[in-house]
């Protein structure tokens, strides 16, 4: 029950016999599981320093004997299989990639299994069959509300008794380079509406958790379970375009204003990586019903930030952090299954905008100018209020703390092409 502790593999001492560089997001302790395209094959792996692993050769070759792995485990186009198997698969095979890639003596056998990073193509690391994008911190619900509604409570009256959230569009989920072509909508105007490109183009600063094994139609998942169920995490960018959004999501929520795109990084940071960043949530109140009353409500030190790229110039915009979540992954899933709605291996779940309590940790553009009337200035006489054709987002993730070893998530980046 509840989310994974540290175990060896966390230990700060260990030290791979393949070359790291300090500060390396990637180090031993880490191994993030991903899916990559190299010489036309498609296999998962995971990475180590500037480097791959390729899953599906050390398979072949032996190396993961004794763990109950169906055969051809990793020689697929996504982590949906693996996911499926279940924490005590996941955790013996995290355990033995440690002890390869620690052991010298097996540096023989490991070696010919490493790919320089430089030479595959990263993908997608699952096929989710269903994206659920949540409204999880409440310092962005708080701001969206004085924004939105200034004269009425910030937070509709339900936000502090569920876990708030949408179903959005899993087919328009993709990887970390992939462009983002500014979408047209119904926009409204005071000549009534009009099918435009949207000019509020923005970025959510979001993280993803991807769940396993799933549940049976009609059996909801109990929040002390909920952490059987979550792999990993990875950073999302949620792209919203909020004039379209503004237009059309009462009374039923946000659909093509969100629905265009959806990016996230190529690397799963597994909960076991994560372990030795666990912190309380802060306190919720008015304590939450039974059914997501989380016995240990805690959350990760996920260090996060936002870049953006204008003009060939790059400049952090945002800094925060997902230990201001209001509600933790399992209240989330606990909530989206508390109904009998199934989740299934590889579906990916998003905690919706991660904004901490200063201007400069918002985790959008709506924030951050709010809703324009405050410009940001980029220098050499830049500024922005929304997203503009050919600027790029970066966005980073990382945990850190005294006695461990730096965790990093990577990054999801993403450019602005013209409307067609």
């Known amino acids: 029950m509840g989310p994974p502790r540290p175990d060896f ?67 697929r186009d996504s982590l949906n299989g693996f996911l499926a198997l279940g924490r005590p698969v996941w955790r013996a095979v995290r355990q033995r990639l440690c002890e390869l890639l620690t052991e010298s003596r097996w ?23 269903d994206y659920v994008d949540f409204y999880a911190s409440l310092y962005h619900a708080s701001n969206m509300g004085r924004i939105l509604r200034p004269q009425q409570d910030p937070l509709p009256p339900n936000w502090r008794w569920l ?16 462009p983002v072509v ?27 958790f991807v769940t396993g094994p799933g549940n049976a139609l009609g059996r909801p998942i109990p929040v002390e379970e909920a952490w059987d169920h979550i792999f990993g995490l990875l950073l999302v960018n949620d792209w919203s375009a909020r004039d379209i959004q503004a237009w059309e999501y009462v009374p039923l929520g946000p659909f093509l204003g969100k629905s265009f795109a959806t990016s996230v990084s190529p690397w799963l940071v597994t909960l ?52 201001h979540l209001y509600w933790s992954l399992a209240q989330m899933l606990a909530h989206a299954t508390s109904n009998g709605a199934l989740t299934r291996p590889g579906d990916l779940w998003a905690t919706g905008t991660v904004s901490g309590p200063e201007p400069g940790s918002y ?36 945990c850190e703390g005294q006695g461990a070893v730096c965790i990093g998530l990577g990054e999801v980046r993403g450019t602005v092409l013209p409307a067609v």
């Open 9 to 75: 593999t966390n230990d700060p001492a260990l030290r791979s016999w393949v070359p790291v560089d300090e500060g390396s997001p990637f180090p031993v302790q880490n191994l993030p599981f991903g899916v990559f395209r190299h010489r036309r094959r498609v296999r998962a792996g995971v990475a180590i320093g500037d480097y791959v692993l390729d899953l599906a050769r050390l398979q072949e070759d032996g190396l993961l004997g004794g763990i109950p792995l169906p055969r051809r485990a990793f020689d």
């Open 107 to 129: 540096r023989p056998r490991v070696e010919p299994a490493l790919l320089g990073m430089s030479e595959v193509e990263l993908l997608l690391p699952v096929r989710p069959g």
């Open 163 to 178: 876990p708030i959230g949408y179903h959005g569009r899993s087919a328009t989920v993709v990887v970390s380079g992939t």
């Open 182 to 208: 500014r979408p047209r909508g119904q926009v409204s105007t005071p000549d009534g509406p009009v099918l435009t490109p949207t000019l509020m183009l923005d970025f959510e600063l979001e993280v993803g």
């Open 272 to 323: 076991e990586a994560l372990a030795p960043f666990l912190v309380p949530l802060a306190p919720q109140e008015p304590a939450p019903l039974p059914h997501l009353a989380d016995p240990e409500p805690l959350t990760y030190d996920v260090r996060l930030e936002v870049a953006l790229v204008v003009g060939g110039r790059e400049q952090v915009v945002s800094r925060t952090s997902l230990r």
């Open 363 to 398: 985790g959008c553009l709506m924030e951050l100018t709010w809703r324009g009337q405050r410009p940001l200035a980029l220098g050499d006489g830049l500024q922005r209020s929304f997203l503009e054709d050919g600027d790029t987002v970066v966005m980073r993730g990382w």
